[in-house]
C-alpha cells in the first residue's frame, strides 16, 4: 500500500510541484493549504510524512508542527520542515524545537526530497512491525494471565495437591519457577532451559535475582520480597538475565507445601528488545553516508557541550565541507554524487575514531566532527588529518577549479574550560564562520575560528 504524504503550503503552485514529484515516485499525496486544513486532514487521512512551508498565514509551520505533536495519535509522524531560506538559522533551529525531524530548502531537490521522504516512511513501516511485534506479545501476556488465573483458582479453592499443580505447568512453553524463603524451589523444563538448569537441587538456595545481570539485581530482588511480603502481583518486570537474554517476569504470590512463596513465569523478549534496539540506532543514522545524522548530533551537541561546562574538559567542534561539489554532480552525475558522499563519510569517521567522538552529515555535502575532551592544537590536528585523508581518496573532481581530485574544507571551533554557557548554537556559528573564511581562502584545508585561537 503506498503511502500517504500531506503536503502543506498556502501556494497551489508549490504543491503540484511537490504532488508531481511524488507521485512519480509511487506516493500518495493530499494537499492542504492552510494549517487548520492540514490539522484536518491529519486526523482523518492515514498520513506516513508531512512535508511542512515555514511561512503561512493565520498559521504558520511551527505552529502547526507542535499542534501535531501535541495530539497523541498524530505525536510520532515524521515531519519535514520545507523553508525559503537555507540561512535563517534560528528558523530553522525553531522548526526543530517544534518537532520536526529534518528540513529542505526551496526549490526543493527531487532526489534529496524523494530520499528522504522514502528514508522515513521506511522508519514508519519498521514502527508498524514494532507495534505489531507488541500485539503479539500482547496477545501472548493475555494466555500467561489466563494460565495464572487458572493457577490462582486452584490454589484458592485447594481442589488440587502440589502433583496436580506441577502436572498442569510441567510441559507449559512459558518457564515457571517457584521461590520460597529466598531460594528457587520448584521450575519446569522451560525454565530449566532458559537458566541452563539440570536438577531443582541446583537451586534450592538459589534466590532467583542471582539469575539477573548486576545492574538489574537489586530491582528483581526489591519486587519479589515485596510480592512475597505483601501478596498480590506484579506487573512485567523487564530485566536482563546473566546468560543475556531480554525478560519480563510477572510475579504472584503462591501457597507451596504450606508455605507462602511467589510464582514467577518468564516471557522471552530478547528478539522484540535487539528490534527495539535497532530500529532507535537506525533513526540516529544518516540513510546515505551510515554517520550519525542531525537528530543524533543536535542532541550528542547538546549533551558534550553540558558536560564541557560542567567538568571544564575542553570541547571542539568541526565543521566540513566537500569543496565544489555541485559541479561534481553537475558533472558525474548525482549517483557518482552518493558514492563521493560515503568514501568522504568514511574517510572522516576513520580520522575521529576515539570513543566518544562523534561524526555526522549536517546537511548536503556538509559534515561536523564533535570531540571531545580536545583543546584547539588538538582539533586542529584532527582536521589537517581529515584534510589529508579526503585527498588521499584521489577522488577524481575534473570539474573542480584547476582539475584535480575531491578536497574538503573544515572550520574548527573550540569550547574553551570556563566558556561559561555559550549555546551548542554559537559553537555551531563560530565553527560554520570559519570554515566559510576557509572557503573563502580557496578550500582545502582549515581555519580556525579567531574566539578560539584567541582563547
Do not use: W
Given at each position: 500500500?503506498?503511502?500517504?504524504?500531506?503536503?502543506v503550503?498556502d501556494?497551489?503552485?508549490n504543491?503540484?510541484?511537490?504532488?508531481?514529484?511524488l507521485?512519480?515516485?509511487?506516493?500518495?499525496c493530499?494537499r492542504?493549504?492552510?494549517?487548520?486544513?492540514?490539522?484536518?486532514?491529519?486526523?482523518?487521512?492515514p498520513?506516513?510524512?508531512?512535508?511542512l512551508?515555514?511561512?503561512?498565514?493565520?498559521?504558520?509551520?511551527c505552529?502547526?508542527?507542535?499542534?501535531?505533536r501535541?495530539?497523541?495519535n498524530?505525536?510520532?509522524?515524521?515531519?519535514i520542515f520545507?523553508?525559503a531560506?537555507?540561512?535563517?538559522?534560528?528558523a530553522v533551529?525553531?522548526?526543530?524545537?517544534?518537532?520536526?525531524?529534518?528540513?529542505?530548502?526551496?526549490?526543493?531537490?527531487?532526489?534529496?526530497?524523494?530520499r528522504?521522504?522514502?528514508?522515513?516512511?521506511?522508519?514508519?513501516?519498521?514502527e508498524?512491525?514494532?507495534k505489531?511485534?507488541?500485539?503479539?506479545?500482547?496477545s501472548?501476556?493475555?494466555?500467561?494471565?489466563?494460565?495464572?488465573?487458572?493457577s490462582r483458582q486452584?490454589?484458592?479453592?485447594?481442589?488440587?495437591?502440589?502433583?496436580?499443580y506441577?502436572?498442569l505447568?510441567?510441559l507449559?512453553?512459558i518457564?515457571?519457577l517457584?521461590q520460597?524463603?529466598?531460594g528457587i524451589v520448584y521450575h519446569?523444563?522451560?525454565?530449566?532451559?532458559l537458566l541452563g538448569l539440570?536438577?531443582?537441587a541446583?537451586?534450592?538456595?538459589?534466590p532467583f535475582?542471582?539469575?539477573?545481570?548486576?545492574a538489574?539485581?537489586?530491582t528483581?530482588?526489591a519486587?519479589?520480597?515485596?510480592?512475597?511480603?505483601?501478596?498480590?502481583?506484579s506487573?512485567?518486570?523487564?530485566c536482563?538475565l546473566?546468560?543475556?537474554?531480554y525478560?519480563?517476569?510477572?510475579?504472584?504470590?503462591i501457597?507451596?507445601?504450606?508455605?507462602?512463596g511467589?510464582?514467577?513465569?518468564?516471557?522471552?523478549v530478547t528478539?522484540?528488545k535487539?528490534?527495539?534496539?535497532?530500529l532507535?540506532?537506525?533513526?540516529?543514522i544518516?540513510?546515505l553516508?551510515g554517520?550519525?545524522?542531525r537528530?543524533h548530533l543536535?542532541?550528542?551537541?547538546?549533551l558534550?557541550?553540558?558536560?564541557?561546562?560542567?567538568?571544564?574538559?575542553p570541547l571542539?567542534?568541526?565543521?566540513?565541507?566537500i569543496d565544489?561539489?555541485?559541479p561534481?554532480n553537475d558533472h558525474y552525475?548525482h549517483?557518482?554524487g552518493?558514492e563521493?558522499?560515503?568514501?568522504v563519510a568514511?574517510?572522516l569517521?576513520?580520522?575521529?575514531s576515539?570513543?566518544?567522538d562523534?561524526v555526522?552529515?549536517y546537511g548536503?555535502e556538509e559534515f561536523?566532527?564533535?570531540?571531545?575532551n580536545?583543546?584547539l592544537a588538538?582539533a586542529?590536528?584532527?582536521?589537517?588529518?581529515?584534510?589529508e585523508?579526503?585527498?588521499?581518496?584521489q577522488v577524481?573532481?575534473?570539474a573542480?577549479?584547476?582539475?584535480g581530485?575531491?578536497t574538503?574544507?573544515?572550520?574548527?571551533?573550540?569550547?574553551?574550560?570556563?566558556g561559561g554557557?555559550?549555546?551548542p548554537?554559537d559553537?555551531?556559528?563560530?565553527a560554520?564562520?570559519a570554515?566559510?573564511r576557509?572557503?573563502?581562502?580557496?578550500?582545502?584545508?582549515?581555519?580556525l575560528?579567531?574566539?578560539s585561537?584567541?582563547?
Amino acid at each position: 500500500m503506498a503511502h500517504t504524504i500531506l503536503l502543506v503550503d498556502d501556494v497551489v503552485s508549490n504543491l503540484m510541484i511537490l504532488e508531481k514529484i511524488l507521485s512519480g515516485e509511487g506516493f500518495h499525496c493530499v494537499r492542504a493549504t492552510s494549517g487548520v486544513e492540514a490539522l484536518a486532514l491529519i486526523e482523518t487521512e492515514p498520513v506516513s510524512v508531512v512535508l511542512l512551508d515555514v511561512q503561512m498565514p493565520d498559521m504558520d509551520g511551527c505552529e502547526v508542527a507542535r499542534r501535531i505533536r501535541a495530539r497523541g495519535n498524530t505525536a510520532g509522524v515524521p515531519i519535514i520542515f520545507i523553508t525559503a531560506s537555507a540561512t535563517a538559522e534560528e528558523a530553522v533551529f525553531d522548526g526543530y524545537a517544534a518537532g520536526a525531524i529534518d528540513y529542505l530548502v526551496k526549490p526543493v531537490h527531487s532526489r534529496i526530497l524523494c530520499r528522504k521522504v522514502q528514508q522515513l516512511c521506511d522508519l514508519v513501516e519498521q514502527e508498524r512491525e514494532l507495534k505489531r511485534l507488541y500485539a503479539e506479545a500482547e496477545s501472548r501476556n493475555a494466555e500467561l494471565e489466563r494460565l495464572l488465573a487458572q493457577s490462582r483458582q486452584l490454589e484458592e479453592a485447594r481442589m488440587e495437591s502440589e502433583a496436580r499443580y506441577r502436572s498442569l505447568i510441567a510441559l507449559s512453553p512459558i518457564p515457571i519457577l517457584v521461590q520460597v524463603e529466598g531460594g528457587i524451589v520448584y521450575h519446569n523444563a522451560s525454565a530449566s532451559r532458559l537458566l541452563g538448569l539440570t536438577s531443582e537441587a541446583e537451586t534450592r538456595d538459589l534466590p532467583f535475582h542471582s539469575f539477573v545481570e548486576e545492574a538489574g539485581r537489586a530491582t528483581v530482588r526489591a519486587q519479589i520480597e515485596e510480592i512475597a511480603r505483601c501478596g498480590g502481583r506484579s506487573d512485567a518486570v523487564p530485566c536482563r538475565l546473566t546468560g543475556g537474554n531480554y525478560v519480563e517476569l510477572s510475579i504472584g504470590c503462591i501457597l507451596f507445601d504450606d508455605k507462602l512463596g511467589v510464582q514467577m513465569a518468564i516471557q522471552d523478549v530478547t528478539a522484540h528488545k535487539v528490534l527495539q534496539d535497532e530500529l532507535a540506532r537506525l533513526s540516529q543514522i544518516d540513510g546515505l553516508t551510515g554517520v550519525a545524522n542531525r537528530r543524533h548530533l543536535d542532541e550528542a551537541l547538546q549533551l558534550e557541550c553540558k558536560r564541557a561546562q560542567r567538568s571544564g574538559a575542553p570541547l571542539a567542534f568541526l565543521m566540513l565541507d566537500i569543496d565544489q561539489f555541485k559541479p561534481y554532480n553537475d558533472h558525474y552525475g548525482h549517483q557518482a554524487g552518493d558514492e563521493c558522499l560515503k568514501r568522504v563519510a568514511e574517510a572522516l569517521g576513520n580520522t575521529a575514531s576515539r570513543p566518544g567522538d562523534l561524526v555526522a552529515r549536517y546537511g548536503g555535502e556538509e559534515f561536523v566532527a564533535i570531540l571531545p575532551n580536545t583543546d584547539l592544537a588538538g582539533a586542529r590536528h584532527i582536521g589537517e588529518m581529515a584534510v589529508e585523508a579526503v585527498r588521499a581518496l584521489q577522488v577524481p573532481h575534473e570539474a573542480s577549479r584547476g582539475g584535480g581530485c575531491v578536497t574538503i574544507s573544515a572550520g574548527i571551533a573550540t569550547l574553551s574550560p570556563g566558556g561559561g554557557g555559550e549555546a551548542p548554537a554559537d559553537l555551531v556559528r563560530r565553527a560554520d564562520q570559519a570554515l566559510y573564511r576557509r572557503k573563502q581562502a580557496g578550500g582545502d584545508g582549515c581555519h580556525l575560528d579567531p574566539a578560539s585561537a584567541g582563547a
